[in-house]
């Protein structure tokens, strides 16, 4: 479909290519899984602080909906593109399925730069975008999140906007909102915990100590951070950490402490003055024995994957690993991934606890909700590893694999409606 055309979206597409040929998924069945249930492309009038009226594009993708309603993000960047979308969407099918939700994938955005926009301005944006998908979204139907470039505010003003609209409260149909407005707590730290959390279960399995380890992430937005932190906390040594203003690096460790302070009054990395300034793509290829991609998808390519100096790359972000890297990695054993579908999956594992607690009106402990997120995660671990070894493949396609064909089957057992 010529509509999707994207360099991420001919990456995905790829990736489950592979895995049908893997599975042996009939060449009928392959267009189904493959391609998105609906896609939604609006345009976005917004009247700016100036007195101009401007107009954005605003995108909608839900994959599929065969075990439930679509769950995914929604990003404000100036690079999104329809494509990109469908990609991310596709992706977060294979997640959700692997980590035992009954959703699937789905994911939106808005071709903007929110650092260039007033508060006002985006809140219209917000409430506009969300207005023009009234129709397609809801808690049995679509459900959004936080991605790049939005937040807990932004879910806000969807669910305010929603509910309007539908005469009552409705806090279902948004996930990663303020808690006192039905937010779960652990919603924002899940999916950078859920990353340490794994890389914790990685290091065990190579007897790695992570007390004498050193750990590289790059982006440290809302995944990259609590990933370092946490990493932090297991006694790992962050050494570097990056985001779009820059990249820095101190081999003796990074003050995360003092570092969340000069990022929380000056909103970026570059300048911290207990590091020196480092190129970004420099920072991917630092000697360490962590790696956290967690910025955008496409990071790690066939130019620098055989470059890469680390044991365990885990994957914070979706998509950084492009598939001729991945043929490079799979040929380097000593660097055990952890692929995304499974790395960050946290973020739509604590996202599923949410919308539950709004439907049932019922709420958990922060306690209860890590307790129940590290079960999920130690059970998908537990099965894609093991996948791995009795298939001899790698992580990625085990854990691909699982999430395709559950989906898979799924559709299958459903049939075709005519």
Not at 34 to 60: C, E, I, N, W
Not at 354 to 376: G, N
Request: with cysteine; glycine share 10%; net charge neutral.
């Amino acid at each position: 479909m010529q509509v999707y055309e994207h360099p991420t979206f001919q990456m995905a597409c790829r990736q489950f290519d592979r895995v049908a040929d893997h599975l042996q998924i009939p060449e009928s069945d392959c267009g189904r899984l493959k391609f998105p249930k609906r896609s939604l492309a609006v345009a976005l009038p917004v009247h700016m602080d100036d007195g101009t009226t401007q107009v954005f594009s605003g995108y909608r993708v839900q994959h599929h909906l065969t075990i439930g309603p679509t769950k995914g993000g929604l990003r404000y960047h100036p690079d999104v593109k329809l494509g990109e979308v469908a990609a991310l969407a596709m992706w977060m099918s294979w997640k959700c399925a692997l980590a035992g939700l009954p959703f699937g994938g789905a994911k939106g955005g808005i071709a903007c730069d929110p650092s260039k926009l007033s508060p006002g301005e985006v809140e219209r944006l917000t409430r506009r975008f969300t207005q023009e998908m009234i129709p397609f979204i809801g808690p049995q139907m679509d459900v959004m999140a936080p991605d790049v470039g939005t937040n807990e505010q932004t879910m806000a003003w969807i669910m305010d906007t929603f509910s309007m609209h539908a005469g009552y409260t409705v806090p279902s149909v948004v996930t990663g909102k303020p808690v006192g407005l039905g937010g779960s707590l652990g919603r924002r730290e899940a999916t950078g915990r859920g990353v340490a959390y794994l890389i914790n279960r990685a290091a065990d399995v190579l007897s790695l100590d992570l007390g004498k380890s050193t750990a590289v992430v790059q982006g440290f937005g809302n995944v990259g951070s609590v990933a370092a932190y946490s990493l932090g906390r297991y006694g790992a040594k962050v050494i570097a950490v990056s985001d779009v203003g820059g990249a820095i690096y101190n081999s003796m460790g990074l003050d995360l402490l003092a570092l969340e302070k000069y990022v929380a009054q000056n909103h970026r990395v570059g300048g911290f003055p207990g590091a020196e300034p480092i190129a970004h793509e420099q920072l991917l290829l630092l000697p360490c024995d962590i790696l956290v991609p967690a910025a955008l998808e496409r990071q790690i390519t066939a130019e620098n994957a055989g470059k890469i100096q680390c044991r365990i790359l885990a994957e914070g972000a979706n998509g950084p690993t492009t598939p001729e890297a991945d043929a490079i990695l799979e040929q380097r054993p000593e660097v055990f991934v952890i692929p995304d579908v499974l790395a960050n999956s946290g973020g739509v594992i604590v996202s599923y606890f949410e919308w539950v607690q709004d439907l049932q009106s019922f709420f958990w402990s922060e306690t209860e909700i890590a307790d129940k997120l590290f079960r999920i995660l130690e059970n998908s671990w537990a099965q894609i590893l093991n996948c791995s070894r009795k298939q001899n493949i790698s992580m990625r396609l085990a854990a691909l694999s699982t999430g395709i064909r559950r989906v898979y089957e799924a559709k299958r057992q459903r049939g075709l409606f005519p």
